[in-house]
Every structure is written in structure tokens, then in C-alpha cells.
């Protein structure tokens, strides 16, 4: 892996002493292939083979490591050797090449041993330029799905449109337009949920558009577990029922809480309801009974997510620590979680 910087010795051992990974140990670092099964993925590094997850389907979402990235902490490419360290396989990019062409990017997460298997394109704002709007942004967003090695290429917010049954409507039809062009420039496009598109409209969450108004030939879904969780729906039975719509899993808990960080959106099933979102495993979501209902779980992809994962202290309007344990252990309590599921 290029070698153990110091900084990222240094980050380890203090890791090491506060017992953030003393419940996993150290699993042997992923060979340098680039390959999507690293080398030592035909061992389930380290756990007993069978498990209901396939070990080199198992990734992570860069915004959950956020924090580590930055320069003033570990930085990209030491961020990067903790991930294969843990026994990621897959990386999923939150749009931000952090200062690196899409090229340069990829090589760093190749050299590790580990494959680029998503991005989400769109503005880093709410209401900030959206390429998905015209021709041209498209296709900037599919020639570097291409330099990254991506085989689908997406959008992880509706951004400003309207959660109404008319606003859903129209983002249905435009979602086959962009699903058309990814498809004549040999991609296929994907749309990432949060939990507003399951706010409800005559007892039914908008979702449902989008699941109905599209072509399943042209758009797909990254389905995150736990902001349909958050919104109150029953995400084991949207699993079971759209799987063959939901390549991409994003793997998030949480845990209902008075105190919670969060509030639950309103119009949903989980309205003005308290959460936290929490580490894979250690909250109230039953791993088990939603990737059961998977035909063949080969057939995707589970990125690890923990959007407060960089929120290890209080601060103004989180009046408690987020996720005290910070970043590190979120993957590899996570990445164990996961690949220890039963079949």
C-alpha cells in the first residue's frame, strides 16, 4: 500500500489506545490489484464462509469519512488504506474529487485494492447548478462516470423539486430522459432517496412515482435503508418487492431517541419523530430480515453510511456526541456487522 505513514501510525495507535478497534483486530490489508474480489476476499477475510453478504460487495460511502479526509486528520490517501485495512472492497464517491482529477482519484483507491463502484453527481448545494438538466452537464457526468470505471451513473437528491405528486410526476419523466442519454453513452442512470420522498399524499409516499413512472430499463435506485427507515416505512418489504429495481443498498441505522439529534420528516409515517442515526449493528434495524428478502445478494452492492459520523463532539444544535467512536470504527463495526450476517 506505498507504506504505513506516520500520521496514519500515529492516528492508529491513539485509535488502538482508546479501544475503538480492540472489538476487531487488524484484518490482513487487501492486495494491490484493483480487482472487485481483492486477494484475500476468497478467505471472507476472516469470517465463516457463507455468510448472507458476499465479502467483496461490501463498500463504503466516502461522506461518512468525511472528517478523516481532511488534511489536518489523516487525508485522502491514509483515509483510503484504513478502508482496505477494514476489508472494504467497494468506494462510492460523494462528488468531491478533493483536489484530484477522477483518474488520479481512481488509481489511489486501485492501488489500495479496492474498485470505484459509484459516484453521485449534482451540485454539493441544494440549489446549486444541476448538470442533469441539460445535454451538456449529462455528458460531463457520464465521460467521468467512464474515467472512474462506473458501469451506473447518478444523483443522490431530488435538489428543488417539489415533493408533491405533480413535482414527482415531472422528475419521473425527467429521470427517463436521463436515463435514455446514460443509456446511449453505455451507463445507466440511478436515483439515491432520502426520506422526504416518502412524504405521503392520499396514503401513499411519493416514492411510489418514481418507482411506477419509470422505465426499469433505464433507472435504477440506490436504496438507503436507513432514511426510508427514518421516514417510518417498512424497508425489509420495499427491499423484497423492488430488488431487482435497488442495485445499490446504502447501509445506515438508526436508533429512535427523545433526545435524538434528528427529527423525523413531516408528512411521513415517522413524522416530528426523534432519531439518531447510528453504527451498522448497534442500532434498531434488523440487518437480518431486510437482506434476506435479497434473491441473490452477489447481484449488489452495500455501501456503509453514517451521515453524523463526523460529529464526534457537541456542538450547536447537536447537544450530544453524534458518533462519539468516530469514523474508523463506524467501517469496521460496520463492515463486521455486514459480513457476519447469517444466510
Known sequence: MGGFSMKRRGFMTAAAGSGAFLATGWMPALAQTGSIAPANAAD?????????????????????????????????????????????AQIEIGGDFLGRTPAEFRKLVEDRGMRVASNHFGPRTMDGENPWYSEEGR???????????????????????????????????????????????????????????????????IYDILLEQTDPELVAFEFDIGWAAAAGEDAAALVRTHQARFPYFHVKDLNWAEDGNR???????????????????????????????????????FFIEHDD???????????????????????????????????
Request: include cysteine; charged fraction near 20%; aromatic fraction near 10%.
Open 44 to 88: 471472507g477475510f476472516g469470517f465463516t464462509p457463507g455468510g448472507l453478504i458476499p465479502p467483496e460487495r461490501i463498500g463504503v460511502q466516502l461522506f461518512t469519512v468525511r472528517a478523516l479526509m481532511a488534511e489536518a486528520s489523516l487525508g485522502l490517501e491514509d483515509t483510503l488504506s484504513v478502508l482496505a485495512d477494514a476489508g472494504i
Open 309 to 343: 459520523a463526523g460529529r464526534t463532539v457537541p456542538e450547536e444544535g447537536f447537544p450530544k456526541a453524534a458518533n462519539p467512536a468516530g469514523a474508523a470504527n463506524t467501517i469496521w463495526t460496520g463492515r463486521k456487522h455486514i459480513a457476519g450476517l447469517s444466510a
Open 139 to 205: 455528458a460531463q457526468c457520464f465521460a467521468t462516470a467512464k474515467e472512474l470505471g462506473l458501469d451506473h451513473c447518478g444523483t443522490a437528491h431530488y435538489y428543488n423539486v417539489p415533493l408533491t405528486v405533480e413535482g414527482f410526476t415531472e422528475f419521473a419523466a425527467n429521470m427517463n430522459i436521463w436515463g435514455e442519454h446514460a443509456r446511449a453513452n453505455g451507463l445507466k442512470f440511478f436515483f439515491h432517496n432520502h426520506n422526504g420522498e416518502f412524504t405521503r399524499f392520499d396514503g401513499k409516499p
Open 263 to 301: 427529527t423525523g420528516r413531516i408528512d411521513t409515517l415517522a413524522g416530528e419523530k426523534k432519531f439518531d442515526f447510528a453504527d451498522v449493528g448497534k442500532g434498531e434495524i434488523d440487518w437480518t430480515a431486510v437482506f434476506a428478502g435479497l434473491d441473490d445478494p452477489s447481484q449488489h452492492l
